[in-house]
């Protein structure tokens, strides 16, 4: 590969790592083709775009990037892949499944870049599973704070009921 196209792919990695919110790498070699295509579809199916890069320019890739990811640079050993995506837990949800589907081993979490933060290792997939999105945790905190509301308009609701049936039973009463 000429010197031009190396820098033409590592300035392509670069603007991908720095619009990405999240991205993961991950081995997915030993795979056959089937297996690759497989979780090429899977990918596209989950909104994640997956992309096999060397190393070397990887790591000059994230050397340019914007943020600080020398964390990442011992894991740069072996075939890796690139996850880019939207929604942080998506891939390592992926990778987990695709794990149970196949008895290879493989995909197998190198690190992952989620939330603003660096997770290295196989040992993380679970925790990156388990992240909510910040969606979800909006979403949470807007739940938390309707219970109380929906608490007290539902007994508002259904005390009325009983407070006309207590009211017409004492008018009955007078009578």
Do not use: W
């Amino acid at each position: 590969m000429k010197r031009e196209d190396k820098n033409a792919v590592i300035d392509l990695l670069k603007d991908r790592i720095n619009n990405a919110k999240h991205f993961y790498l991950a081995d997915i070699g030993g795979l056959d083709a089937s297996e690759t295509s497989a979780l090429r579809r899977r990918c596209f199916q989950d909104s994640v775009s997956l992309v096999v890069a060397k190393n070397t320019l990887l790591r000059e890739a994230l050397t340019k990037a914007d943020g600080d990811f020398e964390e990442m640079y011992d894991i740069l050993a072996g075939p890796t892949s690139i996850m880019f995506t939207e929604t942080g837990n998506v891939p390592a949800k992926l990778i987990r499944d695709f794990l149970k589907k196949n008895n290879k081993g493989k995909p197998v979490l190198k690190g992952a870049y989620v939330e603003e933060s660096i997770y290295v290792g196989e040992d993380q997939l679970d925790v990156l599973a388990s992240l909510k999105s910040k969606e979800e945790l909006v979403a949470d905190v807007v739940g938390l704070l309707q219970s109380p509301i929906r608490n007290l308009i539902s007994s508002l609701d259904s005390g009325k009921n009983t407070l006309a049936g207590l009211v017409k039973t004492l008018s009955n009463k007078e009578n």
